[in-house]
Each structure stands twice: as structure tokens, then as C-alpha cells.
């Protein structure tokens, strides 16, 4: 599609005060405009009672002239009344895709705001194609997409059966990503309250301790878990990007396909169950946060390699990032009884700092983090070790120490590897220690920063 003039816009989406829900309706929007040669459009979505307006883009108008329209629509409601002369209400109200191929000539609908928008923006509409976004499983109308102006080299065509046939299919794929995606946002929220809850039981403890005069103790354990607090929101959006990104560009390639007349019943089925076995993964990413983060009344039997595994999968996407592979070699018989969520934090704590090893460091090599479970006689080991060069041996002795941190630059705070130390001491009766290791792995040299926690097996 040939854009005209110079004011052909990349849309950046930092300029507008928009969330993350906002962010994936644009980037579908976008994508379907491209396959239909639509030169504008809108998505509205329906909470029940009314169609909320979210997002609005035009190639033939300027920055500010979007902004401007952005800033006067955001709070836009239309009510779903039947008798409704708004083209949106109706083809929502009745499920039903409406192609109007000439506004100015219309009776039927009134299209009073557009022409004052048309009169405003030295802009002239002529063709419309709108479309309800309904869920393809469960029937639900989310919301409506509107196109505006098919054109190709600055010419205007009218909306035809094969536009109406596309915009079918791609609507059913919107519906799915929007509806899962409203789901999770759902669940994040819940996840905030729940967050939110959990740093107030956390402040009562902190005053529970201090009436036991055990107030620094209690202080810091309440630091540590604040500051992982931020990292694993961070994280969450991380784990999210790769999935989001994954759903868009199967929903693309599918709406492609059907628009170069290359449909394939098989192949969309299995880009449809791809995109729904994304979404629950992006479903399991949250429970693992909640549970994460819930408050642990008594100790409980829980497997050892389990949780390791769900340790690493809370920080994995933020591993990736840097290159970083983890190798296992875990016992997956081995279990204890106690308090999973500490050691969690532990673990979590310790793939941090390698984290920050490698990012001081800055070597170009692989990089990897090796995780070993196992029991030997009456003792269960977990070595954490890494190839990031090592820990300098005048600091080795005071790596553990409270508030020690050689990383002033990056505003550590130390608190991580004291707060591993206290964790394995008093809520796991058990020892850690660090040390440098040498060693191959396929054929590579490597030196790092070795780990070793020792549990008695019960």
C-alpha cells in the first residue's frame, strides 16, 4: 500500500498514555490495515453496556493531528442500544460485518462525527468496512474493528466480499488473543492485590519481630523480598514478550494466507491450537508468580527438582536475554520437608548474582549456569556454579556478609547472597559455601563461581 506524502506514521506508542492491552490491539491493527490496504482504522471493545473506544491510527495525517483525535476520543462510550444509528453498535448488535462504500451517499447512518472529523482534519472518508470481534468458541462479542479507505498508489477502491471474508477470519484470531489477553490482565491484577496483600502481612511480621527484638533480622528479610519484588514484575513482562509476539505473528501469517487465496484448513487448525497452548502458557507464567508469592503458614514435603525447575522458570526469560543456558543434573527422586518458597528465594537469589557475574565481567564467551541435585549418604547437595570467571579471592571471605556488594555502580545492595546465607541457616538448618571451580564442559575451559548448599536428608 502506497502511503501519501510524508506523514506516513510508525506509530510510537510511547508518545500516548496507553497499557500494555493498548500496545497488542495497535500492533493487530496495524497488521490488518496492511492486509486489507486500509489507509485508517479503529477498535472499540465492549464492556457490556458500551463500546469503549482504544485505539485509532491514520497513514495521511499528521503526529499531532493523531494525538489530537486520540486525546478527544479516549473517553468515547457508545451505547449498545438497538435503535443506535452508530455503523460500530449496529454491526456489533448484530454480529454482523457492514461494508459501507460511500459515507456522503448513505441514509442509513448518520456518520456525524466522521464528517466533522473529515471537515477538522482536511480528510475525506469514503469507504467503511466494520466487523464485531466475537470469540470463535464461546460466541462472546468483544468489541468491533473498523477500516477505513481501501487504497492502492493514493487511488480509493470500495470494500469487496473477499475484504469481508478476510476480515471474517481475522476478526475470529483477534477475538482469541483479546479474550486471553483480557484474561491474564485479569489475573494480573489479581496477582497486584495479592501482591499488595502479601507486603502488608510482611510489614505485620516486621513488627512481630521487632516486639521479639529481632528488628534488623526482620527488616532485612522484608528488603529482600521488596527488592525481588520489581525483578520479578520485570520478569513477568519478559516471559510475556516472546509468547505475545508469537500469537501476533501466527494470527498474520494465517490472515496472509487467506488474503493470497493459499488457505489451509490443516494449517490454520494447528496455527489455532498453537495460538491456544501459547496463551495458557502465558496462564501457567502467572500461577507460578501467585505461588511464588504466597505467604507459607506451616513447612511441607515438596520435591527438590520441582522446585528448582520452577525457580529457574520465574527468571528463565531474563537469562535468555543475556545468552545465558542453564544445564541441569538433578536427582528427580529427591524431596524435603520445609519451606519451598525460601528456597526458592535462595535459588533465585543465587542465579541473580551469576547474572551479575557475567554482566561484569562482559567476556564474549557461551555462558552458562550448571545446576547439580543430589544426595550423597545422609546429605542432599545443590551446587549452583557458573563460568563467569570467579569471585576475586579477597572478597571471597566476605561474600556473605551483610550489605557487601561489589557492585556499587549497578546500586546493589548485598542483601541477596546475606539473605541466601540466613535462609539455608535458620529456616533449613543447613550450610552454604562458595569457592572457585575449573573445570571442561564440551571441550571448553571454564572458571567460576561455585555454590554448594548442604541439607540433611530427613
Not at 499528521?62 to 451505547?79: C, G
Not at 505475545?244 to 494470527?251: D, E, K, M, R
Not at 543430589?374 to 576475586?392: L, M, P, Q, T, Y
Request: charged fraction near 30%.
Amino acid at each position: 500500500m502506497k502511503k501519501k506524502n510524508n506523514s506516513y506514521n510508525i506509530y510510537d506508542l510511547k508518545l500516548f498514555k496507553i497499557d500494555d492491552f493498548d500496545v497488542l490491539l495497535h500492533k493487530i491493527l496495524k497488521q490488518i490495515r496492511e492486509i486489507l490496504s486500509a489507509e485508517a482504522g479503529t477498535i472499540y471493545i465492549s464492556d457490556d453496556e458500551s463500546l469503549s473506544f482504544n485505539v485509532f491510527q491514520n497513514d495521511s495525517i499528521s503526529y499531532e493531528q493523531i494525538y489530537q483525535q486520540y486525546d478527544k476520543l479516549k473517553n468515547l462510550k457508545l451505547p449498545l442500544d438497538k435503535s443506535t444509528k452508530y455503523l460500530a453498535v449496529e454491526s456489533y448488535v448484530s454480529k454482523k460485518i457492514i461494508i459501507v462504500n460511500d459515507i456522503y451517499k448513505t441514509k442509513k447512518h448518520e456518520f456525524l462525527g466522521v464528517k466533522e472529523y473529515d471537515k477538522e482534519n482536511n480528510y475525506k472518508t469514503h469507504s467503511i468496512i466494520t466487523a464485531p470481534i466475537i470469540h470463535p468458541l464461546e460466541n462472546k462479542s468483544l468489541g468491533v474493528i473498523q477500516l477505513i479507505n481501501k487504497v492502492d498508489d493514493s487511488n480509493n477502491f470500495n470494500f469487496n466480499e473477499k475484504d469481508k471474508d478476510t476480515l471474517s477470519m481475522a476478526s475470529s484470531l483477534i477475538a482469541l488473543s483479546i479474550y486471553q489477553t483480557q484474561n491474564d490482565l485479569l489475573k494480573l491484577k489479581e496477582l497486584n492485590d495479592e501482591l499488595k496483600t502479601v507486603n502488608e502481612e510482611l510489614t505485620k511480621k516486621v513488627e512481630y519481630e521487632v516486639n521479639k527484638n529481632e528488628k534488623k533480622s526482620a527488616i532485612i528479610f522484608h528488603q529482600s523480598k521488596l527488592a525481588s519484588l520489581g525483578e520479578m514484575i520485570g520478569n513477568i513482562a519478559h516471559q510475556w514478550r516472546q509468547p505475545l509476539s508469537g500469537i501476533s505473528t501466527l494470527a498474520s501469517a494465517l490472515s496472509f494466507s487467506i488474503e493470497l487465496g493459499k488457505y489451509n484448513k490443516d494449517n490454520a487448525i494447528e496455527s489455532l491450537n498453537k495460538i491456544v497452548n501459547t496463551t495458557k502458557y502465558l496462564s501457567d507464567t502467572i500461577d507460578d508468580f501467585r505461588d511464588f508469592y504466597k505467604i507459607e503458614k506451616s513447612p511441607q514435603e515438596f520435591n527438590l527438582a520441582k522446585n528448582i525447575n520452577q525457580s529457574v522458570s520465574i527468571t528463565n526469560a531474563s537469562l535468555s536475554d543475556v545468552n545465558i543456558e542453564i544445564v541441569y543434573d538433578l536427582d528427580e527422586s529427591l524431596t524435603y520437608y520445609g519451606y519451598k518458597n525460601e528456597l526458592k528465594q535462595a535459588i533465585l537469589n543465587l542465579l541473580q548474582n551469576a547474572k551479575d557475574a557475567f554482566s561484569l565481567n562482559k567476556e564474549d564467551k557461551k555462558k552458562f549456569i550448571f545446576i547439580n541435585l543430589e544426595k550423597v549418604n545422609n546429605s542432599i547437595f545443590i551446587k549452583i556454579k557458573d563460568n563467569a570467571g570467579g569471585i576475586k579471592k579477597d572478597i571471597l571471605k566476605k561474600i556473605f556478609l551483610k550489605n557487601f556488594t561489589t557492585k556499587e555502580e549497578h546500586n546493589g545492595t548485598g542483601i541477596g547472597l546475606y539473605m541466601t546465607k540466613v535462609i539455608i541457616e535458620k529456616s533449613f538448618n543447613g550450610t552454604i559455601k562458595a569457592e572457585n571451580s575449573e573445570f571442561e564442559y564440551k571441550n571448553i575451559q571454564c572458571k567460576g563461581a561455585l555454590f554448594t548448599i548442604e541439607l540433611q536428608a530427613k
